[in-house]
């Protein structure tokens, strides 16, 4: 457990196979003890304050930074061996980056790893938050490229952390206006500022409007980590999560009037569009939650539902 | 001088450098410098002292490096002053000395209880947000929260200070100089504070677009009852907008009075000097 991770990096030149984890000598979750107990520090300050972005060491991990290395720390600093773990990407569990990012965690912890978040407790998501509804068991960690949601109106960080301290938002609440005065509605999608607990502003980047009313009062933990940017910060369970939205002028999700799955026939779940090809033809839907997707296609064809 | 003020300023101090009172012996008017040979520091301002009633407009005047600039800074919070104090009837019934809040407190005076307009607009504006987005910023800080109600504001503001309604959704960068200070004006207005420091609002103005800004000026103030304080090193801006004034000199107060007796007959060397420069 104690020996450094870079020494375990060095004697191990081999890549990583999908050898049983019990062949492998890296420590549980990779990450060497100190760095965890660095990361879940930094997610207990951010649980006790939250929507303050707590900045933490963010360390060197065998994905590039910005593909999802803050989430990854977080998970393998709290993953623990009775965990179930699931990962997607884009609200898909066979993404590229899910796949590999699924893989790491499950080949240096040999916890077991699933696609229903019913079965999950460690759920790391880059754009959604599943369609199911979520509980007490989950953990969200979500990959947060852009942590600060001020960073649109100011670069100065000096000024950033003054306008955080003072809860001075006047300036987030102008770019909603000047959104409002150029398009005649408020374009803003994905990473929609939201105020939590009456007193920061966040980021809930990126998952799309359309799952920020969920995170409002949530039954489970939704921690954000941005390893590029090194901050670490927390939605805990029963908080208030409030888009910034004018008295008049009502918070929207996403919805496209008439859109369907393909696959399932739903209208109910997130859609995302797929373009017209040459080959196919003209454009159409899909649920962005794959397996959710799955699932009711199943509900409904119980016969042949598990086809893809 | 009654009881009945909006703005009191008393024994104003900023010294750049050491803080050595030894310096005060050496510089002001009588020496001719500000800069202490002693103790090499600055005595930008000492011992300055004023009261402007609701309604009222107070004039400093001086040239440049006179130190008025300093003393207006130093009650806006731009800057931390070395001595003194400055009282605001919105706060606490004139009771705090406000040099005494911390950082954030004072920071917050200026959302309601006072209001700057600096001589350069980028200073005071955000010159890549439109008119009605300055002015938003403004009332989103004071709490509003309601869009159609933020615009009819906006629109409000901006009709008072002369700007175009059609350029209300423009960014003030496309502005000529007159009209950005117009909106500056609008924006400072927003929320009605009690109290407005103008430095310098129309220099770098060309003369006929200044006489402009000058008139909405003096119009604003005696609809709004604010209490201002003007600084200006041109006699021109304060005969117009000013019942009272105080003379500035190396830092100190050479003369205070009627504006219209101290352009008439100036007691002091210094004002005599300035005052026969205006009128050459």
Same mark, same amino acid.
């Given at each position: ?43 207990? #300050? ?74 999950? #407790?460690?759920?790391? #998501? ?183 | ?280």
């Amino acid at each position: 457990m104690s020996t450094p991770l870079l020494q375990q990096v060095i004697d191990r030149s081999a890549p990583i196979d999908d050898a049983s984890p019990a062949d492998l000598d890296v420590n549980f979750g990779l990450l060497d003890e100190y760095s965890k107990r660095e990361i879940r520090r930094a997610i207990l #300050t951010a649980v006790a304050v939250p929507g303050y972005q707590v900045p933490f060491g963010s360390r060197e991990m065998p994905v590039a930074r910005g593909w999802g290395s803050g989430g990854l720390q977080i998970s393998l600093a709290v993953v623990g061996p009775d965990d179930v773990v699931k990962v997607i990407d884009q609200g898909d569990d066979e993404g590229v980056n899910a796949v590999n990012l699924r893989r790491l965690i499950v080949s240096s912890t040999g916890i077991p790893e699933s696609t229903t978040p019913e079965d999950s #407790t460690l759920i790391q #998501t880059r754009h959604r938050i599943p369609e199911d509804p979520l509980d007490e068991r989950h953990t969200l960690i979500l990959q947060v490229p852009v942590p600060e949601p001020l960073r649109g109106v100011e670069r100065d960080m000096r000024e950033l952390a003054r306008m955080h301290a003072e809860a001075d938002y006047a300036r987030m609440w102008v770019s909603l206006y000047e959104d409002k005065v150029r398009n005649g509605v408020i374009t803003r999608t994905t990473g929609y500022p939201c105020l939590v607990h009456g007193r920061y502003v966040i980021a809930t980047t990126p998952i799309p409007r359309w799952d920020v009313p969920r995170l409002h009062q949530s039954r489970f933990l939704s921690l954000f980590g941005a390893g590029r940017e090194k901050r670490i910060y927390a939605v805990p369970p029963h908080t208030d999560v409030e888009p910034l939205t004018f008295e008049d002028v009502p918070f929207e999700v996403e919805i496209t009037p008439g859109a369907q799955c393909r696959s399932c026939g739903s209208s109910e779940s997130f859609l995302v569009e797929v373009p017209a090809t040459a080959a196919e033809g003209g454009g159409h839907w899909v649920c962005s939650d794959s397996d959710w997707c799955r699932r009711n296609r199943q509900r409904q064809h119980p016969s042949n539902g598990v086809e893809p | 001088m009654n009881n009945d003020w909006a703005l009191k300023v008393a024994s104003l101090g900023k010294i750049h450098g050491i803080t050595d009172l030894r310096a005060l012996e050496d510089t002001g008017p009588d020496i001719g410098t500000a800069k202490s040979a002693l103790t090499g520091s600055i005595v930008a301002a000492w011992d300055v002292g004023f009261e402007v009633a609701p309604g009222e407009a107070l004039g400093v005047i001086g040239e440049s490096g006179s130190g008025k600039s300093t003393v207006m800074r130093c009650i806006a919070g731009d800057q931390s002053s070395t001595a003194g104090e400055v009282y605001l009837r919105s706060v606490d019934n004139g009771r705090t000395n406000v040099l005494d809040l911390d950082p954030s407190s004072r920071r917050r005076l200026r959302v309601a209880d006072l209001a700057v307009v600096y001589q350069d607009p980028a200073e005071g504006l955000r010159l890549n947000v439109t008119a009605g987005g300055n002015i938003a910023e403004a009332l989103t800080a004071a709490g509003w929260r309601h869009f159609g109600r933020i615009r009819d504001r906006a629109a409000e503001l901006l009709e008072r200070t002369e700007v175009p309604l059609s350029r209300m959704d423009d960014l003030v960068g496309t502005f000529s100089g007159g009209m950005r200070q117009r909106v500056q004006l609008a924006k400072a207005l927003a929320n009605e504070p009690p109290v407005v420091l103008l430095d310098e609002p129309t220099t770098g103005l060309d003369a006929s677009v200044a006489a402009g800004v000058l008139d909405l000026i003096r119009n604003l103030l005696e609809e709004t009852g604010v209490a201002a304080v003007v600084v200006s090193h041109d006699f021109a801006v304060i005969e117009m907008l000013t019942t009272r004034c105080v003379v500035m000199n190396h830092g100190r107060i050479v003369e205070a009075g009627l504006t219209d007796r101290l352009l008439e007959d100036p007691h002091h060397p210094y004002s005599q000097r300035l005052v026969g420069a205006a009128r050459a």
